[in-house]
């Protein structure tokens, strides 16, 4: 691993930006993973020298202190064509199954399937006496930047339902796909990329990044990170599973933290939760989803839609969502009214341009 400079080990007060915890194992491996056809940032390469030693600058203004803080996940570049992409390390202690899941829906037939929105496995690497480390491509959380309008929303919605109603036809429950496992593609959005720690920042750190607004430029939404996710065999019947909890933890069935239950139903409560917690109950306009997301999240799983059913009702209201609401922007419940008129005007105006250019008022990707 790279040295720091001697007087920053000596005077760690002034020090804000040291490579520590999972960075340190990352920073071990950049020669093998280089060799591999990856390169990592340049605070992870041997002789690494911060470069804010000697200047007024801090560590968290400058691109090489950016550390990446995600336990098994670290940014890169793949080396062949300049591709950003992220890298997951794959724990054997943490069970196989992750591989298994990707590897299947990024083979054909699966993998070309348009209603597929699992993030598709780029490459696996294997160094020696380590466990595989996956590579995908980098993506944005769903929301960042947020959701504009209700017809942004309705893609979105559209997108992961499908998604997940695909797992479900070849059987595999995600169990986790709650809304740190759901992700935009930028290739559209943001086709200078974007700094894989600082996504407000532009790739060399030195401006804030150039993006475009999904109705401009409509974005895919890919599900992530199959740790948790199990296939199981239709010939035997509905599965009953153990509860594993993951970054949602309250969905009924699993309170008890014993009860096996069918974790197919769990996943639809999760979506259900998603809308109902991060749009329902914090901005205005939502009533149109009611209906749909109170079945979502019945407390009796047995009594939920399936995937199918979501995605049916679902594709029922969208057809009777009108153009001016697909078109309105989404606001927050309690909007002070001055930032809310402002808002609305700054919105409207970009409206009339996305109205003149012919843009759908729900953006779909091609």
């Not at 001697?6 to 804000?16: A, I, K, Q, R, T």
């Not at 093998?32 to 992870?44: F, I, P, V």
């Not at 209700?150 to 169990?175: D, K, L, P, W």
């Not at 720690?197 to 804030?208: E, I, P, Q, T």
Request: some cysteine; overall charge neutral.
């Amino acid at each position: 691993m790279s040295q720091l400079p001697l007087d920053f080990l000596e005077n760690p007060s002034g020090w804000h930006g040291e490579i520590a915890g999972p960075e340190t194992w990352w920073a071990q491996k950049q020669v093998a993973l280089e060799h591999a056809g990856y390169m990592l940032r340049s605070r992870y390469r041997p002789g690494w020298k911060p470069s804010w030693v000697g200047t007024n600058k801090d560590a968290f203004d400058s691109e090489d202190g950016q550390s990446q803080a995600l336990r098994l996940c670290m940014d890169a570049t793949r080396i062949s064509d300049g591709r950003p992409v992220m890298l997951k390390r794959l724990l054997s202690k943490e069970g196989p199954y992750e591989l298994q899941i990707n590897r299947l829906f990024s083979t054909e037939p699966l993998s070309s399937d348009p209603r597929n929105r699992c993030a598709p496995l780029l490459d696996v690497i294997e160094l020696p006496d380590e466990d595989p480390i996956m590579v995908h491509s980098l993506l944005r959380p769903f929301d960042n930047p947020p959701l504009q309008t209700y017809g942004e929303f309705i893609t979105f919605f559209a997108q992961i339902c499908e998604g997940v109603q695909f797992m479900h036809s070849n059987n595999v429950a995600h169990r986790d796909c709650t809304w740190q496992n759901i992700m935009l593609d930028p290739t559209n959005m943001y086709p200078d990329s974007f700094h894989p720690v600082a996504l407000g920042r532009s790739k060399d750190f030195r401006h804030k990044v150039k993006w475009y607004s999904r109705t401009r430029r409509p974005t895919r939404y890919l599900l992530i990170d199959f740790g948790l996710s199990r296939r199981y065999d239709p010939a035997t019947g509905p599965p009953l599973d153990d509860p594993i909890q993951g970054g949602d933890r309250s969905a009924p069935e699993h309170q008890d933290g014993k009860t096996r239950c069918n974790p197919f139903p769990t996943d639809v409560y999760y979506l259900g939760n998603l809308v109902r917690r991060h749009y329902m109950q914090i901005y205005k306009g939502f009533e149109f989803m009611e209906p749909l997301i109170t079945d979502m999240v019945q407390e009796d799983a047995g009594k939920r839609p399936n995937m199918d059913e979501v995605v049916s009702r679902f594709s029922e209201i969208k057809s009777k969502l009108g153009t001016w609401k697909s078109r309105s922007r989404i606001a927050r419940q309690h909007e002070v009214w001055p930032v809310a008129a402002w808002r609305s005007v700054s919105h409207w105006y970009r409206t009339v341009g996305y109205v003149v250019g012919r843009k759908a008022a729900i953006p779909e990707p091609n």
